[in-house]
Every structure is written in structure tokens, then in C-alpha cells.
């Protein structure tokens, strides 16, 4: 299973990494009905911090954001179900094909590789802030420095190049 193709299919709502029911089960190659009744009978396992049933407002903006998100791939009356990192690992339980096992192996090594990228990427950011904090002080004094040496030699400039008035001592007062 290709690591990018899983990670188009997960999606961050309520501030937490999920994948919606009918990409799961397109991954798993099972109707999303059966999916759902799977979990359904077994919902002792899914928690609410596990899966949760997105809002219609979550929904159109899932729509809106991917092409692939489409109506077509679910009942139009039903509003589908996020499953987090925990209730991916807990439908390995219920779902005991081949296939799911192999997708479910390649899918927390997704949401791994996410968690690693992120925590990485975080670092870097926070290095960056630190730089630009210690040298912007250091960057304002040099870029006010050279603005007063513009300004003083803007100033020189137009004190040479003004007509002056006044006693004239030769040729190169005038």
C-alpha cells in the first residue's frame, strides 16, 4: 500500500488526524456499509476519542477541500464517521481479511510517519522564530544605521547641490 496515497485520505477535524469511513473502506476494498456495520457490532470498541461522526458543516468543507470526498461514495442521508489513529488500530480487531490486516499495518505506519514529519517540522520552525528573534534586534540596528548613513549622504548631496547665495570667493562657488 503507497504511504502517499494513504496520507491524501487522512484529514485533520476537531484538531485530530482521522480518516472518513468510506476511504477506509475503499483502502480495505469493502462497501463503507459493511464497514460501518462491522463497527456497529462491535462498538464497545470504538470510544468517542476513536470515531465520531463528523457534522454536515465538517462535511462540506471536507467536500469543498477534495474532489475525491465525494456524495457519490455514501449514503446521502448519512453523515459519515472519522475514525482517529486509535480507531484505525481497533479495526484490525474487527476486520480480519488479509487485506485489512495489510492496510491496517500501512496505515498506522502512515499516521507514524506523520507524527515523526510534524514533530520534526515543529523543531525547525521553532529554531527558525528563535534566529529571526536573536538577529532581527541585531538586522534593526544595522538596516537604522544604514538609513541614518542614506539619509546623511541624501542630506550631503542636496547641500552640494543647492544653489548657494551669499559671498562668492571664485569659480567654485557658483
Known sequence: MELLLIQQKIYEIRGQKVII???L???YEVPTKRLNEQVK???KRFLFDFMFQITQQEWNLIRS???TASQTKRNISALPYAFTEQGVAML???LKSDIA???NIAIMRAFVFMRQYALSHKDLTDKLKELETRYDKQFGDVYHA???LIK???LQSDQENRKRIGFKRGPEDE
Open 41 to 43: 457490532r462491535n462498538i
Open 92 to 94: 484490525s480487531g474487527v
Open 101 to 103: 490486516i495489510n492496510v
Open 152 to 154: 546623511k549622504d541624501k
Open 65 to 67: 477541500q477534495n474532489a
Open 146 to 148: 544604514l538609513n541614518f
Open 21 to 23: 469511513d468510506f476511504d
Open 25 to 27: 473502506a475503499e483502502l
